[in-house]
């Protein structure tokens, strides 16, 4: 093990910092839940997410881009197979980039479960309007959705949401579209601790980087509802983030060849 890796994991999560990709096996000892974010579309994030699986066999891999439903179609069969899987899934109909870049992923730990976490359109739909908490259900309070973000906070989420919508979003739906981000953390987090408490762990959640963020995404919601449980959050982006990146680890790419998101909107 290099030096300065040993260094991070002696102190995650107080101490957070960039890493090469061939560090993510080692840095993921130890933990029982581990957060890997990625930029959808970007295939190296793919790659990346696939070695560590590879190398740390988790017992159990929640993602966000399936449901539950989805995730109890799955097989062992299905596992090996990339076009049955991409057609059990009905992939294509779901709207995530190409499944050949998430098929390595589940055939990376063909022995884990395998857990969904996405919701329902309509119930992400009535966050936006009725607030997380009401969508949620009776454990939201256990999760941190039932107190109100502070003015501060409040407003670095909004912030976070007019950018990612190209800054084409009316400010009065700003609020509504973190209480669907919060509402998706959660559901993220909840995931991550049923399977965790299933398997006994560790857990991989695979996931957008944002969702990774220790300040306001899964790991928050985690350290509320499984107070004791390890977790590191692991961010993959496309530019460097500076020192005082929200996650415990991290690893910057190139960025994706890709046309511009917001062009279309106008």
Not at 130 to 148: E, I, K, Q
Request: aromatic share 4%; glycine share 8%.
């Amino acid at each position: 093990m290099k030096p300065w890796l040993a260094l991070i994991l002696s102190a995650l999560p107080a101490l957070s910092g960039p890493i090469p990709p061939e560090a993510l096996p080692d840095a993921m000892q130890g933990a029982d839940v581990i957060i890997l974010g990625e930029v959808h579309d970007n295939p190296l994030h793919h790659v990346h997410q696939t070695q560590a699986v590879a190398a740390l066999r988790p017992r159990a891999l929640v993602f966000e881009m399936l449901t539950a439903e989805q995730a109890a179609r799955i097989t062992p069969a299905l596992r090996a197979d990339p076009v049955g899987l991409e057609a059990a899934l009905d992939w294509t109909a779901s709207g995530w980039p190409d499944f050949a870049m998430y098929f390595p992923i589940f055939a990376a730990a063909p022995e884990a479960q395998v857990a969904g976490a996405a919701l329902p359109r309509s119930q992400v739909r009535r966050a936006v309007s009725d607030g997380a908490s009401a969508v949620f259900g009776p454990d939201a309070a256990a999760y941190g959705l039932d107190l109100p973000l502070d003015p501060a906070d409040q407003a670095a989420r909004e912030a976070l949401q007019h950018d990612a919508h190209c800054g084409k979003l009316p400010a009065a739906l700003l609020p509504g579209m973190v209480e669907a981000q919060r509402l998706r953390d959660a559901a993220l987090a909840r995931a991550a601790v049923a399977a965790l408490e299933a398997t006994g762990g560790p857990v991989v959640v695979i996931t957008g980087t944002g969702h990774a963020r220790r300040d306001q995404g899964v790991p928050a919601a985690l350290s509320l509802a499984a107070p004791g449980a390890r977790v590191l959050s692991v961010g993959q982006m496309e530019a460097d983030p500076g020192p005082d990146a929200p996650f415990d680890l991290w690893i910057v790419t190139e960025p994706h060849p890709r046309d511009d998101p917001c062009a279309s909107l106008g």
